[in-house]
């Protein structure tokens, strides 16, 4: 979605450096590699691992990630393949390239490596880390050394910087009931707790990061009081952690705060100031309020181009932030032109090969496939494949996604035969990736069977319904909504197979769902009701139908009012219905009577 929200703050507050980015391409191996778990698994490489085995994935991109540096706003990990792990990672400012590599150069990259892998139970042992584009990086550095007039005493002390605080880091996960029982109301303190209330997050202990980081600002506000950049930076970090507890209301407000006091402090046209306005905005979106979200990256946009101009990263970030906000609002025109701008942005910088233009061109089509324009939609769904497969090869997620996509559109083209091709070789990926027992999975077989029900093969797609259901109830129980859709689905395939008792026990499961989830009004039980309606009528059960359908009105009229197109709708199903009813009595009641009298008369 939206771009990443700020976690910490960067050494650039001491050192001013110019924002000019850097690439370096990391592989990382060893063919000694062992995982502790529930079992003990034995692998040749991390490669083979990182592929092989889906439950250590996640531990290894975490891994990778903190050993990397962690989540920051100066630097961007940027997809890790498989064989031996080959890491594209980006730096934002020429510091932070500096940084890695005085990590590099002094072995504390491949340290901390080690350490990472080894906090997520799997041992290395003669790992290997290597810049593979070192020609690349030293011109990148003598580049920075011309621009800045940095001298080699200047990256000394970077580095000792570097390594100082990322010492200090481990030191106060070491020494966290230490720090709580000194109390010293100090800066340093302060510091402290942040970058403790840092590592909680990266743990997913928000609770606790909330908590420190709520007490660095407790600090703070004693020290400086309201109007000072590491009081906002508080506010800030509050406000990322309530963000990921699901608080959006009270993240809205603590980002709020911190914009106000980067406006009295700085000025509107900042950097730290954008990122209030950038956060804020994320926060609208995902609130759905897309009106004021639009409005928020608008205002990031033109301090943008005022601080960089047009041809830089964070500016192409804003066009597609906005370009995303507009396609919530189903402005899709709009959006389609600021994907477009942030595409054109990103090739200048990037070039075509890297996972932001893949992104960009994946987004392009999902506007053009909204506006039914297939066939472009098509080849920008294409493009973006081309790109994921050079990148990440064929056994990747985002790989799926773009094969997924291809198919939704071959099948909205109602080239269904190209839509299974595509449908049968995302669930060939997921299955590598995920196994059997995974929701992805289960969504491809999901996706399949809707398809072959479109080709009429109705027998195929009842038993991809079947094994879709069977998975989901192993993977969340009965009363899921998962569950449900796969008893609506597999109701649908029944009725089209004319096996209309069968569909309506599939149904009315869905619908029991569906209530005990959602309530009586919600969309999605309205449409229960609706397909309820529909199977009774094609049962002749017309009087029962009719209560179904009209007990979808009312709830209709409930959710939208009496003018909605959809309730207007449901009304005229039911008109027509009762219409059909009509008729049927006026040709049954004659029969009838012919029958009374010939009784009669005999």
Excluded at 270 to 294: P, V, W
Aim: net charge negative; glycine share 4%; aromatic share 8%.
């Amino acid at each position: 979605m939206a771009e990443s929200l700020e976690a910490g703050k960067a050494l650039s507050d001491r050192v001013a450096w110019n924002a000019v980015s850097g690439d370096f391409s990391i592989t990382i191996d060893t063919n000694n590699v062992q995982v502790a778990r529930d079992a003990c698994i034995a692998v040749v490489s991390l490669g083979a691992l990182y592929v092989g085995y889906k439950l250590v994935r996640p531990l290894i991109e975490s891994a990778v990630t903190r050993g990397l540096g962690g989540e920051r706003d100066d630097q961007e990990v940027r997809g890790i393949r498989p064989k031996c792990l080959h890491v594209l990672l980006h730096c934002f400012t020429d510091e932070r390239f500096l940084e890695v590599l005085a990590d590099y150069e002094s072995g504390r990259m491949k340290e901390r490596l080690q350490e990472e892998f080894s906090q997520v139970g799997i041992k290395v042992e003669g790992l290997k880390v290597e810049i593979e584009n070192m020609v690349e990086v030293n011109e990148t550095k003598e580049a920075i050394n011309k621009r800045s007039h940095i001298n080699k005493d200047l990256c000394e002390d970077v580095k000792n910087i570097v390594i100082d605080k990322q010492s200090k880091r481990e030191e106060i996960k070491m020494n966290d009931s230490a720090l709580a029982a000194k109390q010293k109301d100090d800066s340093d303190t302060a510091l402290s707790y942040d970058s403790i209330g840092n590592t909680q997050h990266e743990m997913k202990d928000y609770k606790s990061a909330l908590e420190s980081h709520q007490h660095a600002l407790q600090i703070r506000l004693k020290l400086f009081g309201e109007d000072h950049c590491d009081t906002a930076l508080s506010y800030n970090n509050i406000g990322v952690i309530q963000h990921e507890m699901k608080d959006d209301k009270s993240a809205l407000e603590s980002h709020q705060h911190a914009l106000q006091i980067r406006l009295k402090l700085f000025g509107e046209d900042h950097s730290d100031t954008a990122r209030s306005y950038n956060n804020i905005g994320n926060i609208q979106h995902e609130m759905k309020d897309y009106k004021s979200a639009l409005e928020s990256y608008q205002h990031v946009l033109q301090i943008r181009l005022e601080l960089f101009g047009e041809d830089h990263s964070d500016t192409a970030r804003s066009y597609y932030n906005i370009a995303v906000t507009q396609h919530g609002m189903k402005d899709y025109k709009s959006a389609l032109e600021s994907y477009q701008h942030s595409l054109q942005i990103r090739i200048k910088l990037f070039g075509e090969y890297h996972s932001d233009i893949a992104r960009s061109y994946y987004s392009i089509g999902s506007a053009q496939h909204e506006m039914k324009d297939y066939k472009s939609a098509l080849e920008s769904y294409q493009h973006s494949l081309q790109i994921r497969i050079k990148l990440f090869g064929e056994d990747h997620s985002d790989t799926a996604t773009s094969y997924n996509n291809i198919g939704l559109t071959q099948h909205a083209m109602k080239d269904y035969k190209s839509a299974l091709e595509s449908y049968q070789h995302v669930l060939q990926i997921r299955l590598k990736l995920y196994g059997e027992c995974n929701s992805d999975t289960a969504e491809s077989y999901r996706i399949i069977g809707v398809t072959q029900r479109a080709m009429k093969n109705y027998k195929a797609a009842l038993k991809s319904h079947q094994y879709v259901l069977q998975t989901r109830l192993k993977l969340h129980g009965e009363y899921h909504a998962d569950t449900a859709r796969s008893y609506c689905s597999l109701g649908i395939t029944q009725r089209e197979m004319k096996d209309y008792k069968s569909a309506l026990e599939s149904q009315q499961h869905a619908l029991q769902i569906r209530l005990k989830l959602f309530g009586e009004n919600h969309p999605v039980t309205v449409r229960s009701y609706d397909i309820i309606g529909e199977t009774q009528y094609d049962m002749e059960d017309y009087k029962l139908a009719v209560e179904s359908l009209q007990h979808a009105h009312q709830i209709r009229l409930n959710l939208y009012g009496k003018d909605h197109p959809d309730t207007v709708e449901s009304y005229k199903n039911i008109e027509l219905l009762q219409d059909r009813m009509k008729n049927v009595v006026d040709i049954i009641a004659p029969e009838k009577q012919k029958v009374q009298d010939c009784m009669e008369y005999l």
